[in-house]
Nanobody
Framework: VQLQASGGGLVQPGGSLRLSCAASGSFFSIHAMNWYRQAPGKQRELVALITSDGTTNYADSVKGRFTISRDNAKNTVYLQMNSLKPEDTAVYYC??????????????WGQGSQVTVSS
């Protein structure tokens, strides 16, 4: 299973960006799709998640500003980021929890996308 992330870049405070991450390869199903981020000198943190039934959860710091969604037909997860702040600057990673078989769950990571919020 491979994850290909896209999006990211430089944006001014208050601006918007959308990240995408698509999975390819052979697997039984995707259990959950997650977005993490890691800022310089800080630990990687979970930003948002969406489960196979569409349940979502967000870090308090992004609630009301970020929206996670998924397209099951395309095995793709999106992260719409609005009202961006300088403290959102980080490398963003997609993370998939994938069932290779009904009884085997594995985790995969995308390559990371730099998001920089600066004037």
């Amino acid at each position: 299973v491979q994850l290909q992330a896209s999006g990211g870049g430089l944006v001014q405070p208050g601006g918007s960006l959308r990240l995408s991450c698509a999975a390819s390869g052979s697997f039984f199903s995707i259990h959950a799709m997650n977005w993490y981020r890691q800022a310089p000198g800080k630990q990687r943190e979970l930003v948002a998640l969406i489960t196979s039934d569409g349940t979502t959860n967000y870090a308090d710091s992004v609630k009301g500003r970020f929206t996670i969604s998924r397209d099951n037909a395309k095995n793709t997860v999106y992260l719409q980021m609005n009202s961006l702040k300088p403290e959102d600057t980080a490398v963003y990673y997609c993370n998939y929890e994938v069932r290779l078989t009904p009884y085997r769950l594995e985790t995969y990571w995308g390559q990371g996308s730099q998001v920089t919020v600066s004037s």
